[in-house]
């Protein structure tokens, strides 16, 4: 998700007031994150990047609330076609470039501040921090002669956020910009692509501006670029900054990429046409809606709309990039109607519910456990290697464990193997609480087996006070032993370095060891922090967890 | 009558008999008795004139208001939690917590450089609650023990008195006990059912019936007495009884999937496109080993193939979708069943399912994140399940719980509605519960089913801020034995 910004006063001015905003902003699926002081800052979901930028939110609050109509004439393009060459060189490294032509702006106030956000943020997010698309814009005024797009190894330019020229080498090593966006260029064998006016770079792209054409709060005309990797995405970006170029009061003209393969105008301003049924409608809500209310209640939501019978059809603006199909409209029509209309209905069904096996096998361990004075922890599967393994003093196969990349906290690296580490260290942690201290846990571990991993489902206790000893182990063992119904039983004496030698033991059912136990070595107790002695085990209870479906 | 002795009081004697006088230490080590009761014993058998009792002045240990008050959390502790909360890093001058401030500065737990107070390593250990501050730990067990001496290291014991949370006190302790002649006596007349009042009850005088027509002793029953130490379910393990049942009760029939999953059914087969964010490293913990999950079913593999290309038109690869991670969401388990149930031959419609299960989020942990969390997905499978269904469905649900939610739009990629459950607290404010919705048609024609699907995805663990009065989740998982002992109920 991401968040934007917007100046109390600002709104006001729009008509938009406070409670207003408490009110539409949940209405309407977004979140008010925070309303402070000046300012108030709402989280907008991912499918409404039209509501991102200033014009875009104030669009919708007014649509929403009926101060303004749907309007299909609205979102048009008028006057002569700007022309960009597209050089067949930026084909390997970002082959699309899309541009409009926007007079009689106003950037002034916040103005500017609230489009440089928004446009930033599109370019972040729904282009993926620059890789699918990217804009720029520059003072129409300023430009001198045809516009170019080609890509070379070779230029210089003084950037913006810089006071000396810079060559494109040294943007990408040197400059905040280049450092963050240059990645968008990996592939492009050293190519950078750029845009120019004659011999003059205005921008290299994705990356930063030139701080000639720069756009100030008293620039009127503008020229906006959209490049990519995606000319979909490129395409509905233009159509979003040119809706909402239109409600700053401009006129946008089009603009042509002259490819050498032909030309592609921009931008589209088409409404796309979807239809709905009324019954589809009906047996997605659950409420009934007329053809005359779907139509207004569409409305209310942006779309132009009329009805067509046992159905009505929308035309979707082209700042929606959300709109797939008629779910997109009936979840619309929906939020225009408010959620709290929709009255519940129970589903007919004369099902009856049946648990889980691994929850009642959990919940009757559990209790066995409880009864024998054990109290249950739970903790987390992820760990690393030092704790489950090394403190532990055992070892395993580098292949044998479920490792993760790239954890953002250091101390998880892997899946534990085993339950017991978990609770010496919880142990380790309470030593200076009161004795005797028991624990259990039911829980999954990990391994790889086969190139496969499999994850097993087990108990582990461990109890800790001066007269811990592997009799205690060994009677909590017999007794989940015969919970499980385990048979063919034989217990024989048992090597694991956590354990110390000669007081460690191994149970088989079957010829199958299924636990070990044992006193816990003094070692180990040191390594994590126990004062008294203590001793433990760990029980599968089922071997390889199999999932259907 | 015979004066009848406790049997510390008994043992307080039979230990003199032999030697004449005794240390109280070694008394307190030879009879195994603690310092408290032994105290006890001994001053009831001076009053009755059975002992005397060599006194020295001596240094204890004993809590401070302040350090009252610092026993649950050190200002240093609550410093570090909070610059941990807001990314380890503040302006000095919001730094309002003077005394923390200096405390954590000595423990090396933050630096303070160019006007900003930054978190170590140290200090970010320290505010996971991965250990426990010594002198929390040293304060704790003079407040629980109030015995004499340190239990800790002296330097950390200095600390707390010069903090003035620990105060030393200088008072009048026993140094050693003497027998008397009327100990002795005392001594030699006390017999097993002799007729006086009886002291403890034995297996004997059950038998013999030797306590007939006699009286027994008094107890003090304001005498103070540990709180007994039950051993208890995880509260978590309780929550999750508790959901299960009202799902149970609801006519939902409960399914588990697998914690190492393909990306295809955490993220391709619910509409995620392949180059969306989420399924960046950030937020995901692909794993290194194994590196993917092979998918057999070529008949889905197609179908989510076209789904993808048509709303998304970039190449849809299959080694995106094979690579292994940990699920995200249980959401990937409602999408197995989604299959699973599309057209199961003998199933009748609407089938109800709900899932319980870990979710794992690569994200930096504090007091409200965590990488690992346990989440409730469920669905229903039928012909024309509507918004207002779903509706019902939750509200039903949360009532069990004892919350009466309320529903508003958002967004979820795999649902159209989406719909976001919610809650007012009066001090809280809207407090979110759930998301829901009801799923993409083209999801369901994925898995291979004309019929209409509702979901939701419950988190468990917010609930517990509330059930449990707790300030940071990971306080959940630390399993301190005092606090599972103790915790408060979850009243579910």
Same mark, same amino acid.
């Given at each position: 998700?991401?968040?934007?910004?917007?100046?109390?006063?600002?709104?006001?001015?729009?008509?938009?007031?406070?409670?207003?905003?408490?009110?539409?902003?949940?209405?309407?699926?977004?979140?008010?994150?925070e309303?402070?002081?000046?300012?108030?800052?709402?989280?907008?979901?991912?499918?409404?990047?039209?509501?991102?930028?200033?014009?875009?939110?104030?669009?919708?609050?007014?649509?929403?609330?009926?101060?303004?109509?749907?309007?299909?004439?609205?979102?048009?393009?008028?006057?002569?076609?700007?022309?960009?060459s597209?050089?067949?060189?930026?084909?390997?490294?970002?082959?699309?470039?899309?541009?409009?032509?926007?007079?009689?702006?106003?950037?002034?106030?916040?103005?500017?501040r609230?489009?440089?956000?928004?446009?930033?943020?599109?370019?972040?997010?729904?282009?993926?921090?620059?890789?699918?698309?990217?804009?720029?814009?520059?003072?129409?005024?300023q430009?001198?002669?045809?516009?170019?797009?080609a890509?070379?190894?070779?230029?210089?330019?003084v950037?913006?956020?810089?006071?000396?020229?810079?060559?494109?080498?040294?943007?990408?090593?040197?400059?905040?910009?280049?450092?963050a966006?240059?990645?968008?260029?990996?592939?492009?064998?050293?190519?950078?692509?750029?845009?120019?006016?004659?011999? #003059?770079?205005?921008?290299?792209?994705?990356?930063?501006?030139?701080?000639?054409?720069?756009v100030?709060?008293?620039?009127?005309?503008?020229?906006?670029?959209?490049t990519?990797?995606?000319?979909?995405?490129?395409?509905?970006?233009?159509?979003?900054?040119?809706?909402?170029?239109?409600?700053?009061?401009?006129?946008?003209?089009?603009?042509?990429?002259?490819?050498?393969?032909?030309?592609?105008?921009?931008?589209?301003?088409?409404?796309?046409?979807?239809?709905?049924?009324?019954?589809?409608?009906?047996?997605?809500l659950?409420?009934?809606?007329?053809?005359?209310?779907?139509?207004?209640?569409?409305?209310?939501?942006?779309?132009?709309?009329?009805?067509?019978?046992?159905?009505?059809?929308?035309?979707?603006?082209?700042?929606?990039?959300?709109?797939?199909?008629?779910?997109?409209?009936?979840?619309?029509?929906?939020?225009?109607?408010?959620?709290?209309?929709?009255?519940p209905?129970?589903?007919?069904?004369?099902?009856?519910?049946?648990?889980d096996?691994?929850?009642?096998?959990?919940?009757?361990?559990?209790l066995?456990?409880?009864?024998?004075?054990?109290?249950?922890?739970?903790?987390?599967?992820?760990?690393?290697?030092?704790?489950?393994?090394?403190?532990?003093?055992?070892?395993?196969?580098?292949?044998?464990?479920?490792?993760?990349e790239?954890?953002?906290?250091?101390?998880?690296?892997?899946?534990?193997?085993?339950?017991?580490?978990?609770?010496?260290?919880?142990?380790?942690?309470?030593?200076?609480?009161?004795?005797?201290?028991?624990?259990?846990?039911?829980?999954?571990?990990?391994a790889?087996?086969?190139?496969?991993?499999?994850?097993?489902?087990?108990?582990?206790?461990?109890?800790?006070?001066?007269k !811990?000893?592997?009799?205690?182990?060994?009677?909590?063992?017999?007794?989940?032993?015969?919970?499980?119904?385990? #048979?063919?039983?034989?217990?024989? #004496?048992?090597?694991?370095?956590?354990?110390?030698?000669?007081?460690?033991?191994? !149970?088989?059912?079957?010829?199958?060891?299924?636990?070990?136990?044992?006193?816990?070595?003094?070692?180990?107790?040191?390594?994590?922090?126990?004062?008294?002695?203590?001793?433990?085990?760990?029980?599968?209870?089922?071997?390889?967890?199999?999932?259907?479906? | 009558?015979?004066?009848?002795?406790?049997?510390?009081?008994?043992?307080?004697?039979?230990?003199?008999?032999?030697?004449?006088?005794?240390?109280? $230490?070694?008394?307190?080590?030879?009879?195994?008795?603690?310092?408290?009761?032994?105290?006890?014993?001994?001053e009831?058998?001076?009053?009755?004139?059975?002992?005397?009792?060599?006194?020295?002045?001596?240094?204890?240990?004993?809590?401070?208001?302040?350090?009252?008050?610092?026993? $649950?959390?050190?200002?240093?502790?609550?410093?570090?939690? $909070?610059?941990?909360?807001?990314g380890?890093?503040?302006?000095?001058? /919001?730094?309002?917590?003077?005394?923390?401030?200096?405390?954590?500065?000595?423990?090396?737990?933050? $630096?303070?450089?160019?006007?900003?107070?930054?978190?170590s390593?140290?200090?970010?250990?320290?505010?996971s609650?991965?250990?426990?501050?010594?002198?929390?730990?040293?304060?704790?067990?003079?407040?629980?023990?109030?015995?004499?001496?340190?239990?800790?290291?002296?330097?950390?014991?200095?600390?707390?008195?010069?903090?003035?949370?620990?105060?030393?006190?200088?008072?009048?302790?026993?140094?050693?006990?003497?027998?008397?002649?009327?100990?002795?006596?005392?001594?030699?007349?006390?017999?097993?059912? /002799?007729?006086?009042?009886?002291?403890?009850?034995?297996?004997?005088?059950?038998?013999?019936?030797?306590?007939?027509?006699?009286?027994?002793?008094?107890?003090?029953?304001?005498?103070g007495?540990?709180?007994?130490?039950p051993?208890?379910?995880?509260?978590?393990?309780?929550?999750?009884?508790?959901?299960?049942?009202?799902?149970?009760?609801?006519?939902?029939?409960?399914?588990?999937?697998?914690?190492?999953?393909?990306?295809?059914?955490?993220?391709?087969?619910?509409?995620?496109?392949?180059?969306?964010?989420?399924?960046?490293?950030?937020?995901?913990?692909?794993?290194?080993?194994?590196?993917?999950?092979?998918?057999?079913?070529?008949?889905?593999?197609?179908?989510?193939?076209?789904?993808?290309?048509?709303?998304?038109?970039?190449?849809?690869?299959?080694?995106?979708a094979?690579?292994?991670?940990?699920?995200?969401?249980?959401?990937?388990?409602?999408?197995?069943?989604?299959?699973?149930?599309?057209?199961?031959?003998?199933?009748?419609?609407?089938?109800?399912?709900?899932?319980?299960?870990?979710?794992?989020?690569?994200?930096?942990?504090d007091?409200?994140?965590?990488a690992?969390?346990?989440?409730?997905?469920?669905?229903?499978?039928?012909?024309?399940?509507?918004?207002?269904?779903?509706i019902?469905?939750?509200?039903?649900?949360?009532?069990?719980?004892?919350?009466?939610?309320?529903?508003?739009?958002?967004?979820?990629?795999?649902?159209?509605?989406?719909?976001?459950?919610?809650?007012?607290?009066?001090?809280?404010?809207?407090?979110?519960?759930?998301g829901?919705?009801?799923?993409?048609r083209?999801?369901?024609?994925?898995?291979?089913?004309?019929?209409?699907?509702?979901?939701?995805?419950?988190?468990?663990?917010?609930?517990?801020?509330?059930?449990?009065?707790?300030?940071?989740?990971?306080?959940?998982?630390?399993?301190?034995v005092?606090?599972?002992?103790?915790?408060?109920?979850?009243s579910?």
């Amino acid at each position: 998700m991401a968040t934007t910004t917007f100046s109390l006063a600002d709104l006001k001015a729009e008509g938009i007031g406070a409670d207003a905003l408490a009110r539409l902003v949940p209405a309407l699926g977004m979140e008010i994150e925070e309303m402070s002081g000046s300012d108030v800052t709402i989280d907008i979901t991912p499918n409404r990047p039209d509501m991102l930028d200033f014009i875009g939110f104030v669009r919708a609050m007014h649509l929403f609330s009926g101060k303004r109509r749907s309007d299909a004439a609205r979102y048009a393009v008028s006057g002569q076609a700007m022309h960009i060459s597209v050089s067949d060189s930026v084909a390997k490294v970002r082959p699309y470039i899309l541009g409009l032509v926007a007079r009689g702006t106003n950037l002034r106030g916040d103005r500017l501040r609230y489009m440089i956000n928004f446009t930033d943020k599109l370019a972040d997010t729904y282009g993926r921090r620059r890789m699918k698309f990217s804009t720029g814009m520059y003072d129409l005024d300023q430009i001198k002669g045809p516009l170019s797009y080609a890509a070379s190894r070779d230029g210089s330019f003084v950037p913006l956020e810089s006071s000396t020229e810079m060559s494109f080498g040294e943007v990408l090593s040197e400059h905040p910009k280049g450092l963050a966006y240059g990645y968008t260029l990996k592939g492009g064998r050293g190519l950078v692509p750029f845009i120019s006016d004659g011999d #003059r770079v205005l921008a290299m792209v994705p990356i930063v501006n030139s701080s000639h054409a720069r756009v100030t709060e008293s620039t009127r005309n503008l020229f906006v670029d959209v490049t990519g990797t995606s000319m979909p995405a490129a395409v509905q970006a233009a159509s979003l900054i040119a809706c909402s170029l239109i409600d700053s009061g401009a006129v946008v003209s089009p603009c042509v990429s002259d490819y050498s393969s032909g030309p592609v105008a921009s931008p589209l301003l088409d409404y796309r046409s979807v239809s709905v049924s009324l019954s589809r409608l009906r047996k997605t809500l659950g409420v009934a809606v007329d053809a005359g209310s779907a139509v207004s209640l569409a409305s209310r939501m942006g779309y132009t709309a009329g009805a067509r019978g046992t159905s009505f059809t929308v035309g979707v603006p082209p700042y929606r990039l959300d709109v797939l199909n008629d779910q997109d409209v009936i979840e619309d029509v929906a939020i225009s109607l408010g959620y709290d209309k929709i009255n519940p209905v129970p589903v007919v069904s004369a099902s009856v519910g049946r648990p889980d096996a691994i929850g009642k096998l959990h919940d009757s361990v559990s209790l066995l456990m409880m009864g024998m004075g054990f109290s249950e922890a739970i903790n987390q599967y992820l760990t690393n290697e030092r704790e489950c393994l090394d403190l532990m003093r055992r070892q395993a196969d580098q292949a044998s464990l479920v490792r993760v990349e790239h954890a953002k906290t250091e101390n998880i690296s892997m899946l534990r193997t085993s339950v017991l580490p978990c609770l010496v260290r919880d142990l380790g942690r309470s030593a200076h609480e009161k004795m005797p201290q028991r624990l259990f846990e039911v829980g999954s571990a990990f391994a790889i087996s086969g190139g496969r991993a499999v994850e097993s489902y087990r108990v582990a206790f461990l109890s800790e006070h001066s007269k !811990a000893d592997f009799s205690e182990a060994k009677g909590v063992v017999l007794r989940l032993l015969a919970l499980i119904g385990a #048979r063919g039983l034989s217990v024989d #004496r048992h090597n694991d370095g956590a354990f110390i030698e000669g007081r460690c033991a191994a !149970a088989s059912s079957a010829g199958k060891p299924i636990a070990v136990f044992g006193e816990l070595h003094p070692e180990v107790l040191t390594n994590f922090g126990l004062e008294e002695p203590a001793a433990g085990g760990e029980l599968i209870l089922v071997e390889e967890r199999e999932y259907q479906a | 009558m015979v004066l009848v002795l406790h049997p510390h009081e008994l043992a307080v004697l039979e230990a003199l008999k032999g030697t004449g006088s005794m240390p109280f $230490e070694r008394m307190e080590k030879e009879l195994g008795i603690d310092s408290g009761s032994l105290r006890w014993a001994i001053e009831g058998l001076l009053s009755a004139g059975a002992i005397s009792v060599e006194r020295r002045t001596g240094t204890t240990l004993e809590l401070t208001d302040e350090g009252r008050s610092d026993l $649950e959390a050190f200002p240093e502790e609550l410093l570090v939690r $909070e610059l941990m909360s807001v990314g380890g890093s503040a302006d000095a001058s /919001s730094v309002k917590n003077g005394i923390g401030l200096i405390w954590a500065k000595r423990n090396g737990w933050l $630096e303070i450089r160019g006007g900003r107070v930054t978190l170590s390593q140290a200090g970010r250990d320290e505010a996971s609650g991965t250990k426990q501050y010594a002198q929390r730990s040293v304060l704790k067990s003079i407040s629980d023990t109030g015995v004499l001496g340190a239990q800790g290291s002296d330097a950390v014991v200095d600390a707390l008195v010069r903090r003035k949370l620990v105060e030393r006190k200088t008072r009048n302790v026993i140094d050693s006990v003497s027998i008397t002649e009327a100990g002795l006596k005392l001594l030699s007349e006390q017999r097993p059912g /002799s007729g006086a009042e009886i002291g403890a009850l034995t297996r004997e005088l059950i038998g013999n019936r030797g306590w007939a027509g006699r009286r027994f002793r008094s107890y003090d029953v304001n005498a103070g007495v540990e709180q007994g130490s039950p051993a208890r379910l995880h509260p978590i393990h309780e929550l999750i009884s508790a959901i299960r049942r009202i799902w149970l009760e609801m006519g939902f029939t409960e399914v588990s999937g697998p914690v190492i999953e393909s990306a295809l059914w955490n993220f391709d087969a619910l509409f995620s496109p392949q180059d969306h964010p989420t399924r960046d490293m950030q937020d995901t913990f692909f794993l290194a080993n194994p590196k993917s999950i092979g998918i057999e079913d070529a008949k889905l593999l197609g179908r989510v193939r076209s789904m993808h290309t048509k709303a998304w038109g970039k190449p849809w690869r299959l080694a995106a979708a094979e690579r292994a991670l940990l699920r995200t969401h249980t959401t990937s388990v409602s999408a197995r069943h989604v299959r699973k149930f599309a057209n199961e031959p003998g199933s009748s419609y609407p089938i109800k399912l709900f899932s319980i299960g870990r979710i794992f989020r690569n994200e930096s942990i504090d007091y409200k994140h965590l990488a690992e969390l346990h989440q409730i997905d469920g669905i229903v499978i039928g012909d024309n399940l509507t918004l207002a269904n779903l509706i019902d469905i939750l509200t039903k649900f949360y009532a069990g719980l004892g919350i009466r939610p309320s529903f508003k739009p958002s967004y979820f990629p795999f649902v159209e509605p989406g719909v976001e459950v919610y809650y007012h607290d009066d001090k809280r404010g809207d407090i979110e519960l759930c998301g829901a919705g009801v799923l993409r048609r083209e999801i369901a024609r994925a898995m291979g089913t004309r019929k209409s699907v509702l979901a939701w995805g419950i988190g468990i663990e917010r609930l517990m801020f509330n059930l449990l009065d707790i300030s940071s989740l990971s306080e959940l998982y630390r399993n301190d034995v005092d606090w599972l002992r103790s915790r408060a109920d979850t009243s579910l």
